[in-house]
Every structure is written in structure tokens, then in C-alpha cells.
């Protein structure tokens, strides 16, 4: 298991329902970060974990959006009663912060889920 | 807050021309600065970093120099290639009171032509 894995790969969802996302980051990483990329556009930054510091949530664009991590392990993105602007693909990214102080490191990304609200 | 700015594309250029990105950023700090690329149907991956002002980051004939006395990371290619079409991002990371948190631009998309 070299990469950062991400399940479903695809996901399409009636408005209205929840839905659940799942990033399993590199072993050993101590950061992850989901990202939302909108059919051409940027990277949208959502939530980002560091160990066990209180993750910072100021991209979560609303309250149907939430986000938890179990230790440095698996996270799961939860959107709660989906829009249709919820459509997007979401990206998970993992990185290592061990090393030079006060240098960052590269992210590792997922290969994304892609989630359709209809 | 910190941000990253980069020059709208879609940019096309035929095979073996000259490519220059631009990306200019805002920070608090001294952040490290990176270029990612996103190949049609893949995940996006690092190209090139530069940590430090002065550093070159290079990478398969692409390189960015942090200056930090115009705040900018422009990538530049001297011949690109067809397999060099795809998505390039802008980024920065600083470390803050949580840590490490990274701001993408928006990223440009270049075709390159046969």
C-alpha cells in the first residue's frame, strides 16, 4: 500500500441524502487534507489534520460538511444532505511533516472520489 | 490571509516552444512554495518545491525560482512536449498555529500542439 487510497472512486447520490467519503492516508503521515475540485477549477481547500492538534476546519463550506480522523489513520468526509453543488470531486492528501523544521513537504494525493448529486 | 495567484489559461503552444507560467503569492511568513501537475485522467503529483528564497526547484526541464523580492514562482519550460499537456497548480505552504496548511492556486491548463 504505497499511495493514499480513497473509496468510492464514484459515488452519485439523490439531493437530500448523506454521504460518506473515505481517505486512507500513507502510513507514517501525520497530515491529511481534503481538498474539492469543481469541474474545472481549483483546488478548494476543506479541512486539514496534524497529528493530534485540533484540525482546522475554516474551509468546511457549511454545516452539512464535517470530517473526522481516527489517530493518524483513516479519515472519513461526511456531507449531510446533499446538493446538487455539492458535485465535485473531492481529493484527499496526505504528507509527512518530519524532516528540516519549518519546511513543508510535499502532499500526496489520492486518486479522488468523483460525487454526483442528481 | 495568505493566496496564490497564477495566470488564467488555457494556454496552447505547439511542440518545442517556449512555456512560462506565472504565479505570484501572498504570506505572512516564509512559506515553501510547489508546483503540481494534473495529467489528463490522473491525480495530481508534485513537480517541482523551492523552500527557501534563491532555491530552484527543476524537474524533467521545468524549472521555478522562489524570489521572494517579487513574490513569485513563474514555471518555465524551454520546449515543451505534446506529453506535457495537462493542469499546472500554484501552491504555498506556511506554517501556522495548526501547522502546515497549503493554498492552491487555481491552476492553469496548457495544451501543446503537434
Known amino acids: 500500500g504505497a499511495g493514499v487510497s480513497q473509496s468510492p472512486s464514484n459515488k452519485v447520490t439523490e439531493k437530500g441524502k448523506d454521504v460518506e467519503l473515505r481517505c486512507d492516508p500513507i502510513s507514517g503521515h501525520t497530515a491529511l487534507y481534503w481538498y474539492r475540485q469543481r469541474l474545472g477549477q481549483g483546488l478548494e481547500f476543506l479541512i486539514y489534520f496534524q497529528g493530534n492538534s485540533a484540525p482546522d476546519k475554516s474551509g468546511l463550506p457549511s454545516d452539512r460538511f464535517s470530517a473526522e480522523r481516527t489517530g493518524e489513520s483513516v479519515s472519513t468526509l461526511t456531507i449531510q444532505r446533499t446538493q446538487q453543488e455539492d458535485s465535485a470531486v473531492y481529493l484527499c492528501a496526505s504528507s509527512n511533516l518530519a524532516g528540516e523544521p519549518g519546511v513543508a513537504y510535499e502532499q500526496y494525493f489520492g486518486p479522488g472520489t468523483r460525487l454526483t448529486v442528481t | 490571509g495568505d493566496s496564490v495567484t497564477q495566470m488564467e489559461g488555457p494556454v496552447t503552444l505547439s511542440e518545442e516552444a517556449f512555456l512560462t507560467i506565472n504565479c505570484t503569492y501572498t504570506?505572512?511568513?516564509?512559506?515553501?512554495l510547489f508546483w503540481y501537475v494534473q495529467y489528463p485522467g490522473e491525480g495530481l503529483q508534485l513537480l517541482l518545491k523551492?523552500?527557501?528564497?534563491?532555491d530552484k526547484g527543476s524537474n524533467k526541464g521545468f524549472e521555478a525560482t522562489y524570489r521572494k523580492e517579487t513574490t513569485s514562482f513563474h514555471l518555465e519550460k524551454g520546449s515543451v512536449q505534446v506529453s506535457d499537456s495537462a493542469v499546472y497548480f500554484c501552491?504555498?505552504?506556511?506554517?501556522?498555529?495548526?501547522?502546515?496548511?497549503?493554498?492552491f492556486g487555481a491552476g492553469t491548463r496548457l495544451f501543446v500542439k503537434a
Open positions: 523551492a523552500t527557501k528564497a534563491d
Open positions: 501552491a504555498l505552504s506556511e506554517l501556522g498555529t495548526g501547522g502546515f496548511k497549503t493554498i
Open positions: 504570506a505572512t511568513g516564509y512559506p515553501s
